[in-house]
């Protein structure tokens, strides 16, 4: 696999975990990690997937990089794409 998934798929942990206690979802949920030659986040219905693209969250993070609260806001901007996701 490859080493920038398993890191985004640690990072999706306290995310995906937060949402299960804030959150009364209709069924299961799963999140995946994938390269999406430029593509955008998306929700899989047949497997109740949230597919996560790693090259979007990197160019999230790149778009903050450098900036005074750098971090806080790319973090902001990945949860506030992964709800947009939940619907």
């Keep these: 696999r490859n080493p920038d998934h398993r890191e985004l798929a640690k990072g999706l942990v306290p995310f995906a975990t937060a949402i299960d206690k804030a959150m009364?979802?209709?069924?299961?949920?799963?999140?995946?990690?994938?390269?999406?030659?430029?593509?955008?986040?998306?929700?899989?219905?047949?497997?109740?997937?949230?597919v996560v693209c790693e090259d979007a969250m990197a160019a999230v993070g790149r778009l903050f990089a450098g900036r005074r609260s750098g971090s806080e806001l790319s973090t902001g901007a990945q949860e506030f794409i992964l709800l947009h996701e939940l619907g």
């Design 24 to 50: 009364q979802l209709r069924s299961e949920l799963a999140f995946s990690v994938a390269d999406c030659d430029g593509g955008s986040p998306f929700y899989h219905p047949a497997s109740q997937t949230i």
